[in-house]
């Protein structure tokens, strides 16, 4: 058999031409970035609702070309949302609901401060607020991390996941991950999220590489075998490679795929058990 690896940038561009959708369990929209990007216009104001938390702050939007940049409104808002990241900014992303002009639309946010600010809100700069379409500066396709967040906050992970290809689910279970987003990684893995201590540990990862075979190659199997190469950053021990490979299961040729997260994680707290114990 032969391996062909695809760049993980070229596989995000490949699964971020999804048709926009509407939420069907809410009354909560999926609209596109040029749809919102009119609906939001610059200085224009409005209502973030977190997802998880059901708290609720009003911000501004200042700029932003390919997804929203925003500030929060007063000091009071700032509060609000920094209590929502559990007293702590972080590139986290989240999934939220934007309420202006009589709508509810999916988004995504992170709550790093960063770049200018111009508003008397005691928040140091401005946050990036995406919408299903939207890009950041650097690529030229969504973050995977922003739109699974995006199909949370709209009720549609379930199709997202029904539909995922085999590559295109192991990027986003390692997203759930970087994320720690029990929801994401749910859907994704065979198993439940039961391993919440060394999910925990895990602050971040990044695919390396992850050669992928031809789909053709794949056929009818309910089983496979996907190499990757990761760069892990583990809370109180610090960046390590790992170097395996993660199993996929589907219990019919067109069924679902599954990642086997037991297998995975067991290793990783091996990997981090053996960190420890040589520091």
């Not at 609901?97 to 200018?116: E, L, T």
């Not at 005691?122 to 919408?131: K, L």
Request: charged share 25%; glycine share 8%.
């Amino acid at each position: 058999m032969k391996f062909v690896v695809i760049p993980m940038a070229l596989l995000l561009l490949f699964t971020a031409d999804a048709p926009v959708i509407q939420g069907k369990k809410n009354t909560v929209e999926m609209i596109s970035w040029e749809q919102a990007d009119k609906l939001i216009p610059r200085y224009s104001k409005f209502t973030v609702q977190d997802l998880e938390t059901g708290k609720k702050f009003h911000v501004q939007r200042r700029a932003g070309s390919r997804h929203a940049d925003v500030q929060p409104l007063t000091t009071k808002d700032t509060k609000i949302m920094k209590h929502i990241y559990n007293g702590k900014w972080s590139w986290k992303r989240r999934g939220i609901i934007v309420i202006a002009k009589g709508k509810m639309i999916a988004a995504s946010m992170h709550g790093m401060p960063h770049g200018a600010g111009a508003l008397n809100n005691n928040f140091p700069g401005h946050f990036c607020i995406h919408f299903y379409g939207s890009k950041t500066h650097r690529t030229s396709s969504m973050d995977l991390s922003h739109k699974l967040m995006i199909f949370k906050a709209a009720g549609e992970l379930d199709n997202y996941f029904e539909s995922a290809g085999p590559y295109e689910l192991v990027a986003a279970y390692f997203a759930g991950l970087k994320q720690q987003d029990l929801k994401i990684i749910h859907y994704a893995a065979l198993q439940k999220p039961d391993r919440e201590k060394i999910i925990n540990q895990i602050e971040n990862v990044s695919v390396l590489r992850m050669p992928a075979l031809p789909a053709e190659n794949i056929g009818d199997a309910l089983t496979l075998s996907v190499p990757v190469e990761l760069a892990l950053q583990l809370k109180g021990i610090g960046p390590e490679k790992y170097i395996g490979t993660i199993t996929l299961v589907r219990f019919s040729p067109w069924g679902p795929w599954k990642v086997d997260s037991k297998q995975f994680l067991e290793e990783v707290e091996v990997l981090a058990r053996e960190r420890e114990g040589s520091a």
